[in-house]
């Protein structure tokens, strides 16, 4: 197993891990986690493909690695406004988690 395919295994199983835990994980703060780790897992691949073609003698493809530290950034300015948003939320509410539909019903009465 060459170490380009090793990173890309891992690119992978971040992508996959951070999916699932934004599908299966219903806490914000959570969520966020999640994403951030989908993302990772995104750029690492770029990173590999970027990689890959610098291997074959093709030279770093400079799309790639713009597109990369390009979204690392936005990653980070999503991430901030996330949690930003999310503390505001708690703020107005006292709670960071997002109750199912049922339980606010049940609360107010109305079925």
Known sequence: MTPVTLLGLCSAALAGLGLYGMVTHPHPLRKILAFNLFGSGVFLLFGVVARRGAAADLGGDPVLQALTITGLVVAF???????????????????????????????????
């Open 77 to 111: 300015a999503a991430t901030a406004l996330a949690v930003a948003l999310l503390l505001r939320f708690f703020d107005a509410t006292g709670t960071a988690t997002l109750a199912p539909a049922a339980d606010h019903d049940a609360d107010s009465g109305n079925p």
